[in-house]
């Protein structure tokens, strides 16, 4: 089963959501709109009677968000619309990012 840590509660569908959305709350609106919207719609097509394997098989919000945030850093290095801004800002902006989802 999938407890949340040190409360002893399950974890379900709103909860891994909540919590998701609290350690991704720092991502441009755009970013956190679409990572919302995808993980909502991965629910959704697995159906209420699969909830539990699909927070088995995604494992914690905390892993989910730290995936997410790793893959925004990376883009956002990439990304030519940031381009002439130097390398460590954007760097520092990914290390910020990672560092506040320790919280």
Known sequence: MNAEKGTGKLMNRQLFMEELKRKLKRLPVEEFDSAVSFYNEYFDEAGP???????????????????????????????????????????????NLLQFHAV
């Open 49 to 95: 009677e699969n909830e539990q394997n699909v927070i088995g098989q995604l494992g914690t919000p905390a892993d989910v968000a730290a995936k997410i945030i790793c893959e925004f850093a990376y883009k956002s290095t990439d990304d030519d619309s940031s381009y002439g801004q130097p390398f460590f800002i954007k760097k520092q902006t990914a290390l």
